[in-house]
């Protein structure tokens, strides 16, 4: 009977070590998957934080033209400054942050912005503000710069496109939460506490990125490098023959957004009584906000279905060509502009992550700054140029169809450059977990 004892007790060794090493496991599982939350969480934070800042100026303007008497040229100029340091500050900080570190870049941003935004709720003079908005462009270009850079560093290959998709989201749902918020708090409080708001907001958010941990797949710095070498690096970015014709294609198709963004709130408005009131264009928004964080939230999969890298964008620029042409025609029929416009806000949201995780899987990892920042230089260039054509578009024809043709003419010509990128074509469904 020992024998048979003994094997039993050994069994039941086993068993008990068998289950301790399954406990194991089931909380390193866990442990594993609280920092991939707490990660996208961050970054996610972070780029809401960057969107809610440009939607500030736009809401409390009014009230700070009021309070601090701006001149009509001081409005222009407190409007205009952070654009227009933001687009050489984005090409010039994203090699820096590869060189530095993008997490040190994260955190000092934020913390410099946090205390701009104290400074800014002080104001009594308009130089001061627009001083400071142009203060406020530099350290949020570092943040910025550094938010889409550092997905690579922290995650999996086959996790980036997810996870972009979910930090991206951050843009609609910062539409959605934060010019209502903003302006609720200018309304009832005064607009200086919506700068004291995202002052605090700031402060949060360099306590949740100090909490980073180390990126697990970021190349080695090189801090031997110089200026010169840093806008090398940006130079090599814009010379990548693999760039080349997506970066055109992003670029026209941020050009075409703005042609029909400019002026459909403005065209919505002079249409009939069943959409020209304020309630109703709002509902149109909300419907878009909404349809940019679905489309956001679901680009794994989207991207997943379609497979081809290529021929998901070219689809997703051509049904967003299709929706604008169809708006001018859709004319007073609320529920129409509502579909149309939810299917071209879902239709940008899940665009912008797809163009983020290819160029970031193209260029070195040393180099991943200085392509967040071509990228934003190609957004901003696109909207600049689209605003204005847009503009002149409209008062050319109160109809709204020119700027509608010459949009969906716009993405068409995004969709061709997107489906004759001269690479090996990618597969989005790689991106996806295994």
Not at 253 to 267: A, D, H, N, Q, R
Not at 299 to 323: E, I, K, M, N, P
Not at 334 to 355: D, K, M, S, T, W
Not at 409 to 432: E, I, K, V
Request: glycine fraction near 8%.
């Amino acid at each position: 009977m020992r024998p048979f004892s003994l094997r039993l007790d050994d069994e039941s060794h086993r068993g008990h070590l068998g289950a301790i090493a399954a406990a194991g496991t089931i909380h390193q599982i866990r442990s594993i998957r609280g920092l991939i939350v707490a990660r996208t969480f961050t970054l996610s934070a972070a780029y809401f934080y960057v969107i809610s800042n440009i939607t500030l100026i736009v809401t409390t303007l009014p009230f700070i033209a009021h309070d601090v008497s701006l001149t009509d040229l001081q409005r222009a100029l407190l409007v205009s400054i952070f654009p227009l340091i933001s687009l050489p500050g984005n090409l010039l900080i994203g090699p820096v942050a590869d060189r530095l570190g993008r997490k040190r870049f994260l955190l000092v941003g934020s913390l410099s912005c946090a205390v701009l935004f104290v400074a800014s709720s002080a104001v009594t003079y308009a130089w001061q503000a627009i001083l400071l908005r142009g203060l406020t462009a530099v350290f949020m270009s570092m943040i910025s710069c550094s938010i889409f850079s550092s997905i690579p560093d922290h995650f999996d290959r086959t996790q980036t496109l997810k996870v972009t998709g979910y930090v991206s989201a951050a843009s609609s749902l910062a539409q959605l939460l934060a010019i209502p918020l903003t302006l609720l708090i200018a309304e009832t409080a005064g607009w200086r506490w919506s700068f004291l708001a995202l002052a605090v907001y700031a402060g949060l958010l360099s306590v949740m990125i100090s909490r980073l941990p180390p990126p697990q797949f970021a190349a080695a710095r090189t801090n031997q490098r110089g200026l010169i070498s840093d806008l090398g690096q940006t130079l090599s970015v814009l010379r990548n023959r693999l760039l080349h014709r997506p970066l055109t294609g992003y670029a026209l198709y941020s050009c075409g957004m703005f042609v029909f963004l400019s002026m459909y709130p403005s065209w919505l408005l002079t249409q009939g009584s069943s959409i020209e009131t304020g309630y109703n264009v709002s509902l149109i928004f909300l419907a878009g906000g909404l349809g940019g964080l679905a489309g956001a939230l679901f680009t794994g999969f989207v991207g997943g279905q379609l497979g081809s890298d290529r021929a998901t964008r070219s689809v997703l620029a051509g049904l967003t060509a299709t929706s604008v042409a169809a708006l001018p025609f859709l004319g007073t029929m609320l529920a129409g502009q509502i579909a149309a416009y939810f299917l071209v806000c879902a239709c940008r949201a899940i665009l912008l992550p797809i163009v983020i995780n290819f160029t970031m899987s193209i260029v070195p990892p040393d180099q991943r700054g200085s392509a967040n920042g071509v990228l934003a230089a190609a957004f901003q260039t696109g909207t600049a140029i689209g605003g204005s054509i847009g503009a002149q578009l409209y008062v050319a024809d109160r109809s709204f169809l020119a700027n509608a043709a010459i949009a969906a003419l716009l993405f068409l010509a995004s969709a061709l450059a997107f489906m004759t990128t001269s690479h090996p074509d990618l597969r989005c469904s790689s991106t996806r977990e295994r």
